[in-house]
Nanobody
Framework: QVALVESGGGLVQAGGSLRLSCAASGRTFSSYFMGWFRQFPGKEREFVASISWRGSRTSYAASVKGRFTISRDNAKNTVYLQMNSLKSEDTATYYC????????????WGQGTQVTVSS
């Protein structure tokens, strides 16, 4: 069982940066594949980025590639999403999620953190 808590959201001007953090409880965090997702009002949740359990493999949605960077610190049980060159269309609620390596579906989700980018 893993509990996830996001932080770092807020209001930023277009072109600015934010770093989201996701703190995980549980001793098995380092063996979990982690991801960030976002949800726009009235829309389905969409994939943003993911990172393998060692951090050696990352994946990004085309809309954020080159602007966002996912990373993790297993010693701190934390995964990060560095967001640069933010655009108004990045405004959404951002969720952290985790899944065991052998499981395809993300089983654990945080409560979400709001990111608002003003133009």
């Amino acid at each position: 069982q893993v509990a996830l808590v996001e932080s770092g959201g807020g209001l930023v001007q277009a072109g600015g940066s934010l770093r989201l953090s996701c703190a995980a409880s549980g001793r098995t965090f380092s063996s979990y594949f982690m991801g960030w997702f976002r949800q726009f009002p009235g829309k389905e949740r969409e994939f943003v980025a993911s990172i393998s359990w060692r951090g050696s493999r990352t994946s990004y949605a085309a809309s954020v590639k080159g602007r966002f960077t996912i990373s993790r610190d297993n010693a701190k049980n934390t995964v990060y999403l560095q967001m640069n060159s933010l655009k108004s269309e990045d405004t959404a609620t951002y969720y952290c999620a985790g899944r065991p390596i052998a499981v395809e579906e993300y089983l654990y989700w945080g409560q979400g953190t709001q990111v608002t980018v003003s133009s």
